[in-house]
């Protein structure tokens, strides 16, 4: 009997040549089937990594190497040192499915001529209750909120949707995994950049150096956070997103000194 047709996966299979780099995963077409490893792992002998079944992925992707939760899969963080033979087509999706959940859907909707996307005011009009607030944002402040909460420092998915003064992102900087439309992430740290908006501000006056300072100071802790830290932490003012954002607001003032807003993760 043949089997039923699923056309997101068909096209997903077809486009695996010999491998394919799925966020970061590296998918393999072998004999038996396809083997999935960590991008950080690629030439490594399997011997040496640890053989996992596809009912070990789910868990593998609920913790850092440190053991810190990652509420967001898409994080740049999963852990690596392991193996995963997979013996077919439809296993393929139920580990993807494990580690990216709806990945492989959300990229076959994405590869339509007109994806389904939800864009930041859309999404944002529809909220009621506590994140209504998250429409109060103006475009300026809500693409900065989109460039601090979707750097690929913090989530490696592909964002295809926009508010002004926020392109979409590239493959190239991103990965595969579409982004179609705002994640509860995105919608707390709006929810929080709108109640510091609305909290009463105080002047400060700092010279072109001085910012700069400031800002190399917030790129060094944005790439050390503190491991204690829940990533949807918003409430503390060093969570790396809000340091991130303040990097973007510094890097929007008109100051000559350079405040770029990379910074360089480490786990
Ligand atoms: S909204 Fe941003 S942080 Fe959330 S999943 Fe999409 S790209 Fe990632």
């Given at each position: 009997?043949?089997?039923?047709?699923?056309?997101?996966?068909?096209?997903?299979?077809?486009?695996?040549?010999?491998?394919?780099?799925?966020?970061?995963?590296?998918?393999?077409?072998?004999?038996?089937?396809?083997?999935?490893?960590?991008?950080?792992?690629?030439?490594?002998?399997?011997?040496?990594?640890?053989?996992?079944?596809?009912g070990d992925l789910r868990a593998l992707a609920q913790f850092t190497a440190g053991g810190a939760f990652r509420p967001l899969?898409?994080?740049?963080?999963?852990?690596?040192?392991?193996?995963?033979?997979?013996?077919?087509?439809?296993?393929?999706?139920?580990?993807?499915?494990?580690?990216?959940?709806?990945?492989?859907?959300?990229?076959?909707?994405?590869?339509?001529?007109?994806?389904?996307?939800?864009?930041?005011?859309?999404?944002?009009?529809?909220?009621?209750?506590?994140?209504?607030?998250?429409?109060?944002?103006?475009?300026?402040?809500?693409?900065?909120?989109?460039?601090?909460?979707?750097?690929?420092?913090?989530?490696?998915?592909?964002?295809?949707?926009?508010?002004?003064?926020?392109?979409?992102?590239a493959v190239e900087e991103k990965s595969l995994v579409p982004c179609l439309e705002p994640c509860a992430l995105l919608l707390e740290l709006a929810r929080?950049?709108?109640?510091?908006?609305?909290?009463?501000?105080?002047?400060?006056?700092?010279?072109?150096?001085?910012?700069?300072?400031?800002?190399?100071?917030?790129?060094?802790?944005?790439?050390?956070?503190?491991?204690?830290?829940?990533?949807?932490?918003?409430?503390?003012?060093?969570?790396?997103?809000?340091?991130?954002?303040?990097?973007?607001?510094?890097?929007?003032?008109?100051?000559?000194?350079?405040?770029?807003?990379?910074?360089?993760?480490?786990?």
């Open positions: 009997m043949p089997s039923p047709t699923h056309p997101a996966l068909d096209a997903f299979v077809a486009q695996i040549t010999d491998r394919l780099v799925f966020a970061q995963v590296i998918i393999r077409r072998t004999q038996k089937g396809f083997e999935l490893r960590h991008v950080d792992d690629p030439e490594r002998a399997a011997e040496t990594l640890r053989e996992l079944r596809q899969k898409s994080a740049p963080n999963l852990q690596s040192g392991w193996v995963a033979p997979v013996p077919g087509d439809a296993e393929l999706e139920l580990a993807l499915n494990q580690l990216y959940p709806g990945a492989v859907a959300d990229w076959f909707a994405s590869q339509s001529p007109q994806p389904p996307v939800t864009h930041y005011r859309e999404f944002t009009g529809r909220q009621t209750g506590m994140y209504r607030l998250t429409t109060m944002l103006s475009d300026p402040q809500a693409a900065q909120v989109t460039r601090a909460c979707c750097h690929k420092g913090f989530c490696l998915k592909r964002r295809l949707w926009t508010v002004t003064g926020a392109a979409p992102d929080k950049a709108i109640r510091i908006e609305q909290e009463e501000k105080m002047k400060l006056e700092l010279a072109p150096a001085e910012a700069a300072t400031l800002a190399a100071a917030l790129r060094i802790a944005v790439s050390n956070p503190d491991p204690a830290m829940g990533e949807a932490d918003f409430d503390s003012p060093a969570n790396p997103r809000r340091l991130q954002l303040l990097l973007e607001k510094l890097a929007a003032l008109p100051i000559k000194a350079t405040v770029g807003t990379e910074h360089q993760r480490s786990e």
